[in-house]
C-alpha cells in the first residue's frame, strides 16, 4: 500500500507538472491558457483512484496471509527450525497489473516531457 500510493501520488503531482508546462506552452500561439488547480487534481486523483482500486480489489480478492514452513524438527516432534513468509494466492498477477499500470504512466510521462523538451526552464518558474 505504501509504495502504491507513494507511486501515485509523487508521480502523479510530477506528470501533472509536465502536462501543464505542455498546455501553457505548446498549445495554439496567442490563445489565452489558464491552468486552473482543479485540472492538475484532476489528474492526481484519476492516478490515484487507478492505484486504490488496484489496491483494494487486490486486498479483497487475494489478501496476503502469514504462512510458517517448517524446516527442521527434533526427535520429539517439536519444531526447532521454520521459515514464514506473506503469500498471497494471486498475488503475482495483481503485482503485474499494478506494475503494467505504473509503466504505462512512466512511457507516456516520458512522451510528455520528451514533447516539452525545449521550454525554457525559466518560463515554468513565472
Not at 33 to 39: F, S, Y
Request: proline fraction near 2%.
Amino acid at each position: 500500500w505504501f509504495y502504491g500510493v507513494g507511486f501515485a501520488l509523487t508521480f502523479s503531482a510530477l506528470f501533472a507538472k509536465v502536462w501543464r508546462a505542455k498546455e501553457l506552452f505548446m498549445g495554439q500561439q496567442f490563445v489565452r491558457r489558464k491552468v486552473e488547480v482543479k485540472d492538475v487534481l484532476f489528474i492526481v486523483g484519476i492516478m490515484l483512484g487507478i492505484e486504490v482500486i488496484i489496491l483494494i480489489t487486490w486486498q479483497i480478492v487475494s489478501p496476503f496471509t502469514w504462512q510458517r514452513r517448517v524446516i527442521s524438527t527434533d526427535s520429539n516432534g517439536y519444531v526447532t527450525q521454520s521459515v514464514g513468509a506473506c503469500t498471497s494466492e494471486y498475488g503475482d498477477w495483481f503485482l503485474l497489473t499494478q506494475t503494467v499500470f505504473h509503466i504505462i504512466c512512466l512511457f507516456y510521462a516520458l512522451f510528455l516531457s520528451y514533447q516539452t523538451r525545449s521550454i525554457p526552464s525559466d518560463g515554468l518558474l513565472q
